[in-house]
């Protein structure tokens, strides 16, 4: 059976929203797949499950408009080994911004797929969602769960595909709800929207 493994390359992989879309997509995936949870310490025991898969899945979230730092370590040392293997995995990517505009993430895309180019690998595809932060726990999580669901079906048939999705409201909305999250959430530490507008707050 084909082995496809799904890497998380976000800074908090054990606590993040990669990790719950990663939690989706292994529901749906019907080949064998691994989660793997990237940090500093196990680049060279993650590249070689890489190269020795014939699907890998990047599950990360937007950093400054790139990619998270931890994931940038990975890809250098990826390049580095990568001389020592001949064969390469096909390479999915689920990205992921606290954007509503999914199109925030091009720039990180672009990145990896430059990467992967460069190495010899073949790009799968992607899915790039927008207000990630959010989604999952608004009622339109159906509609991210579904384009998960589409992708599962396209790595099985090692189809190539490009998905994108959003929150269908408006900016002006979204702002206003994460305005009121981020208030709600001071408030249960103690914390006035003042207070939170300062940089003195931690």
Known sequence: MDQTIIINGSHRAPLSNSRRYTKYLMKFL??????????????????KELFSAQTAILVFPLYVDCIPSILLGFLNRL???GEKYKSRPTVYIIINCGFIENE???VAISIIKFFLKKNGFKYGGVLSIGSGEAILDSPFRGMVRGKIKKMAQAIEH???ICIKTQMP???WFFVQAGNKYWEIKGSSHGKTKIEMKTMEIK
């Open 169 to 171: 409201i408006s900016k």
């Open 30 to 47: 019907k080949t064998d797949s691994t989660e793997l949870l990237l940090n500093k310490n196990n680049y060279d025991e993650i590249s």
């Open 104 to 106: 925030q993430n091009e």
């Open 79 to 81: 390049e580095k080994l």
């Open 158 to 160: 090692g189809e190539t």
